[in-house]
């Protein structure tokens, strides 16, 4: 075990994880883990902020290439070129999360789905 792990566990009890405790409980529970133990239930927090927080990161980073791509083809796809706010999209979104070993698929009724799946 190593030697600074005691101490970050003991530091867990006074970290106020954005993803509340009895959320990340409930969720333990419906994946047949009943756990007590308050530093564990905000370890499973903490790695699931990590998790979604480098999934955005990347989200971000997939749109930023696609921004590079020709004029013409984000006009295909209905950008405008005079927008400039960064939209994230369910594409980008899933490119990220592909990384991670997550596939997303659009439901076959999702709109503007001709031809991908």
């Known amino acids: 075990m190593h030697p600074k792990l ?3 566990l003991a530091s867990l009890e006074h970290y ?3 993803v509340p405790d009895e959320v990340t409980q409930h969720l ?3 994946s047949g883990t009943d ?3 308050i530093c564990l239930v905000r370890l499973v927090s903490l790695a699931a902020q990590k998790f979604v927080a480098e999934a955005a990161h990347d989200a971000r980073q ?3 290439r696609r ?3 020709p004029l013409a083809r984000l006009k295909e796809a209905g950008y405008t070129a005079r927008d400039k706010r960064p939209v994230l999209t369910s594409e980008d979104l899933a490119e990220a999360l592909q990384q ?3 596939n997303v698929k659009r439901p076959a009724y999702f709109a503007n789905n001709i031809g991908r799946s």
């Open 100 to 102: 991670y070993g997550v």
């Open 28 to 30: 333990l529970k419906l």
């Open 35 to 37: 756990c007590q133990d």
């Open 16 to 18: 106020v994880p954005t």
């Open 67 to 69: 921004q590079k791509q």
């Open 62 to 64: 997939a749109h930023a």
């Open 6 to 8: 005691p101490d970050f």
